[in-house]
T-cell receptor, first 114, second 112 residues
Framework: AQSVTQPDIHITVSEGASLELRCNYS??????LFWYVQSPGQGLQLLLK??????LVQGIKGFEAEFKRSQSSFNLRKPSVHWSDAAEYFC????????????FGAGTTVTVRA | DTGVSQDPRHKITKRGQNVTFRCDPI?????LYWYRQTLGQGPEFLTY????????KSRLLSDRFSAERPKGSFSTLEIQRTEQGDSAMYLC??????????FGEGSRLTVL
């Protein structure tokens, strides 16, 4: 069955420290891959996407993600976290053969401590 | 503001009542989606429109749920005979591309 998994429910990180959020997918072929962020009281916002090509993709707000085919992973990273990065982060995938249906992981909540 | 707007933002209703949510997508977007999100979970796909055609409806949606998108513009999601299990945030999103969805802020439903 197709699925997207975010193993970490909650991560706490100190301001200025680095952050890595994990995402693994199980699809027949490599899907299109996305990361979204949902801040309290806000709608979901696209951070970055991977369709093909360079496996390290840059996004907004200083985030980047690396696609690793061998590990079926698409992990999100930020070198130095700001307090405003406290939010819920969702990995999402779209099948290349069924390219309208975006499926989300359960999300990782990030808390930033001063 | 030219983003996706949803109305109402909050709805409290009694079990058994009908509710309707409205979504106004970004004007040039031909794809429109409804998702449902409960606490601690990611958004779950409910239904998808391409222009005015409803092309997929999730098995999560019982017959009490119906969605329309007349003339390929705004969309409505109606829930008939609400149940407590329908309490959730209902999210609308639109796009003209693949996966790059623009979400509204959601309509939160509480069924008492």
């Amino acid at each position: 069955a197709q699925s997207v998994t975010q193993p970490d429910i909650h991560i706490t990180v100190s301001e200025g420290a680095s952050l890595e959020l994990r995402c693994n997918y199980s699809y027949g072929a490599t899907p299109y891959l996305f990361w979204y962020v949902q801040s309290p009281g806000q709608g979901l916002q696209l951070l970055l996407k991977y369709f093909s090509g360079d496996t390290l993709v840059q996004g907004i707000k200083g985030f980047e993600a690396e696609f690793k085919r061998s590990q079926s992973s698409f992990n999100l990273r930020k070198p130095s976290v700001h307090w405003s990065d406290a939010a819920e982060y969702f990995c999402a995938v779209v099948s290349r053969s069924n390219d309208y249906k975006l499926s989300f992981g359960a999300g990782t909540t990030v808390t930033v401590r001063a | 503001d030219t983003g996706v707007s949803q109305d109402p933002r909050h709805k409290i209703t009694k079990r058994g009542q009908n509710v309707t949510f409205r979504c106004d997508p970004i004007s040039e977007h031909n794809r429109l989606y409804w998702y449902r999100q409960t606490l601690g979970q990611g958004p779950e796909f409910l239904t998808y429109f391409q222009n005015e055609a409803q092309l997929e409806k999730s098995r999560l949606l019982s017959d009490r749920f119906s969605a329309e998108r007349p003339k390929g513009s705004f969309s409505t999601l109606e829930i008939q005979r609400t149940e407590q299990g329908d309490s959730a945030m209902y999210l609308c999103a639109s796009t003209k591309g693949v996966g790059e969805l623009f979400f509204g802020e959601g309509s939160r439903l509480t069924v008492l």
